[in-house]
């Protein structure tokens, strides 16, 4: 039966736990964090260790948490880089359970907590009961419940108690197990995992070449830490640098150990080592969003034999100087295999190991890695050819909203086939009516049109907006005709009203439309119903729907709040969390609202209404999509866009919290049964136009550069504008099939291109 001491308190307390170590365990109280995403109990559990170290008065190790009541949402795996290998979940059940989880980890439920408060039994009592119940039991000391009446009392009965379950072991009365020896119990062959480290320098590069070779003959894997130029000439260019913070920016090894404690915020490393005489006592994940490894010197890894116990072995020059010191090593090494049965892994090895997989935090590291080492050019630096390629391309597009904008009501044809066969679908909505607007817009900057035609053709389109009752007020429909702008669903859909508004202010900052005009277009409505207790709502199938958890929120916010209705974001604000920590859980609630695609994320920075969540979510998308490339050499620009077969329109995207080729969404509205299959979502992929030239509008990447390059070899067609874009399997362009988002957006894509960057923000 194992007895737990629950939290950290007083010299006197920590003194007992040490005293009886084969009978009682500290048992750290876990961090109220069940539900939070891993990287939020991640960064909980570097928190919780540390605060055991300030403490002082906890023994070490301490690898074990409690909590009471279920578990449930409690993210065990993640506090495993930490350190915490069990959790207790006090349930008051008998017997206890015990649940292998993670990476030599374990779950145990039940447990008795025994009273500690003056007017309760005698310890002895309390044990007595337990242990006539027969079953496995676990007894919890809480020493916080400990008050200063009772405190030397009640420490006289720990003594005693703890003497006497001893003496009951050796008359065989009693097992006496604590609550990690289940781990030990449970996991057959549980073994420590050691990374061994070796410091190099000019001056001892023999030595640790002539170490590392021993090693490695003996199959004992280790990590050289040294300057790049070292590690270049050693041939482990890959292994872990040392750099001066001022040079860290330039690292782009996954270890880095940099000279002083701090490491520059755009340094692509996700592993930072630091000596056993820095100032790091433990590891875990910081909130830079990179594990920090506390290393260890030799004779703190040799006296330490727990199972338990993984570390970093760290290695100077002086613990090999000559040939006698390393063969006493590497046989020291031998000999922790042959008693303990360790594994020596690469630091990198090691790392990935004791931390828990989480898809968002790998996806967060490889953009900024990315970013690093990969970052593209800026999209406006253009030879004279580009920039005429580009004007051509601008031409194209103006040529779909000048050719198909019926004279009545402003609004250019929505969708249309100019095959043999010329078909069209006047089924319009206010987002198609913002990427019209902005088109135009684009248009007048770079020259196509002059403002006082882009003015007029703005205000007719607006002049044109119907409206009618629903969810008991006037607002315009979600979908109308528009040739006779009839209401053809008589929904109301607030992120089409948030793009349309978002567009109106443009043209009120470029100049084609006075504040007064634009207020005037959307007096008649009722837009204060979209927004209630400060949520975004939409009316659909007879009710108004909270849409706040959805990526347009973020986007179409501003639009809301220039008209004095305050909008709750989606995403939180920074506060005083550091900026890792503060993207991380954007890319939560991002991922909470399902798959991302290229759009809203990358319309907010090229039309005008960028944040912080739509850069960071642009960025993991960008690395993902041209990862996928790397691997495949296929391209991959996912968005939303309609197609010219069924099921007609689909959303294109990557799920954030899978990684693989699983990750990978394709639905089809209403997600229709017959697209419910592999093939079937997959012969729908598109390679979407505007996507492309949006991507391109962000940045001069070669992936960008020759994607432009094959859409507009396959997809602009001149006087005519550019088709919606190519079916990625096979390799099939959608000849004759054109759009307004697609032909609008691309003239605000290359607007941003040619007019240096610059998007429609007030003057």
């Not at 009886?20 to 069940?34: C, H, I, K, Q, Y």
């Not at 500690?116 to 337990?130: K, M, N, T, V």
């Not at 005519?720 to 079916?727: H, L, Q, S």
Request: proline share 6%; charged share 20%.
């Amino acid at each position: 039966m194992p007895v737990a001491a629950i939290g950290h308190g007083s010299s006197e307390l920590s003194d007992i736990v040490a005293d009886n170590a084969g009978l009682l365990e500290f048992l750290t109280p876990a961090p109220a964090l069940s539900g939070t995403s891993r990287y939020t109990q991640m960064r909980g559990a570097d928190r919780a260790r540390a605060s055991l170290i300030d403490s002082r008065t906890t023994p070490a190790p301490a690898t074990g948490l409690i909590t009471f009541g279920e578990p449930d949402g409690f993210d065990l795996p993640a506090f495993r880089a930490s350190g915490f290998r069990s959790l207790l979940a006090v349930n008051g059940s008998l017997p206890v359970a015990a649940i292998p989880q993670g990476r030599g980890q374990i779950l145990l439920q039940g447990g008795a907590v025994l009273d500690l408060s003056p007017s309760g039994p005698s310890l002895e009592d309390q044990i007595s009961a337990l242990l006539q119940s027969g079953a496995i039991a676990v007894a919890v000391l809480p020493f916080k419940t400990l008050s200063t009446d009772n405190m030397a009392d009640r420490l006289v009965e720990i003594e005693a108690l703890a003497d006497r379950l001893v003496a009951s072991t050796r008359t065989g009365e009693i097992i006496l197990m604590q609550p990690i020896d289940y781990l030990l119990q449970a996991s057959a062959g549980l073994s420590r995992w050691i990374a061994v480290a070796i410091q190099a320098s000019p001056r001892s590069e023999a030595a640790a070449e002539a170490l590392l070779s021993q090693l490695a003959r003996r199959g004992i894997s280790a990590t050289l830490v040294a300057a790049s130029d070292l590690l270049e000439r050693l041939g482990r260019p890959d292994d872990c640098i040392m750099a001066d913070p001022i040079n860290t920016a330039a690292v782009v090894t996954r270890c880095l150990q940099p000279r002083e404690t701090e490491v520059v915020a755009g340094n692509p490393a996700d592993i930072v080592l630091h000596p056993p005489d820095a100032d790091r006592q433990h590891t875990g994940v910081r909130n830079d969003g990179r594990l920090h490894i506390a290393s260890e010197t030799l004779a703190d890894v040799f006296a330490q034999r727990s199972p338990v116990a993984d570390a970093v072995l760290y290695l100077r020059a002086e613990d090999f100087p000559a040939q006698r010191n390393r063969d006493a090593l590497i046989r020291r090494l031998q000999r922790l295999v042959a008693d303990g049965g360790v594994h020596y892994r690469t630091l990198t090895d090691w790392a990935d190991y004791i931390q828990a997989p989480d898809p968002l935090r790998a996806r967060y590291l490889s953009a900024r890695r990315r970013a690093a080492t990969d970052p593209g050019r800026s999209p406006n630096m253009m030879t004279k050819a580009e920039r005429a390629e580009f004007m051509a391309d601008a031409r194209a597009a103006w040529a779909y909203i000048d050719a198909l904008t019926d004279g009545d009501t402003g609004h250019v044809i929505p969708t249309i086939s100019l095959g043999a066969k010329r078909t069209s679908n006047v089924e319009i909505t206010l987002w198609d009516s913002g990427s019209q607007i902005n088109g135009s817009l684009s248009a007048a900057r770079i020259g196509l049109i002059s403002p006082d035609d882009c003015a007029e053709r703005i205000g007719k389109l607006v002049a044109n907006i119907p409206s009618l009752q629903i969810g008991g007020s006037r607002l315009p429909p979600a979908i109308f005709a528009s040739d006779t702008l009839e209401a053809l669903r008589p929904d109301f859909d607030v992120c089409d009203l948030g793009r349309f508004l978002l567009a109106l202010d443009n043209a009120v900052w470029q100049g084609v439309m006075t504040q007064d005009a634009a207020d005037a277009v959307i007096s008649p409505w009722d837009i204060d119903a979209a927004v209630r207790d400060g949520r975004l709502h939409s009316f659909r199938s007879g009710r108004w729907e909270d849409i706040t958890v959805s990526h347009c929120t973020d986007y179409i916010r501003p639009a809301f709040h220039r008209r004095g209705l305050m909008v709750e974001n989606l995403y939180p604000e920074q506060g005083d969390a550091s900026e890792t920590d503060w993207q991380m859980a954007m890319l939560s609630r991002a991922a909470a609202a399902g798959p991302i695609g290229t759009e809203p994320f990358l319309l907010a920075q090229v039309e005008g209404a960028s944040s912080p969540a739509s850069k960071l979510i642009s960025d993991v998308l960008f690395d993902a999509q041209l990862e996928w490339f790397e691997a495949t050499d296929r391209f991959r620009f996912m968005s939303e866009t309609p197609l010219d077969r069924p099921p007609w329109f689909v959303y294109q995207g990557l799920t954030l919290d899978v990684l693989g080729p699983d990750a990978w969404t394709i639905n089809s509205v209403g997600r229709a049964s017959s697209f419910q299959t592999d093939a079937a979502r997959s012969s729908a992929e598109v390679i979407v136009a505007k996507a492309v030239y949006l991507w391109r509008a962000k940045s001069a990447h070669p992936y960008t550069e020759a994607a432009v390059q094959k859409i507009r070899r396959q997809c602009r067609r001149e006087g005519k504008g550019f088709t919606v874009g190519v079916y990625a399997q096979p390799d099939a362009p959608m000849s004759d099939y054109f759009d307004i988002n697609s032909n609008g957006i691309i003239l605000s894509a290359l607007a941003s291109i040619l007019d240096h960057g610059r998007t429609p923000h007030r003057p």
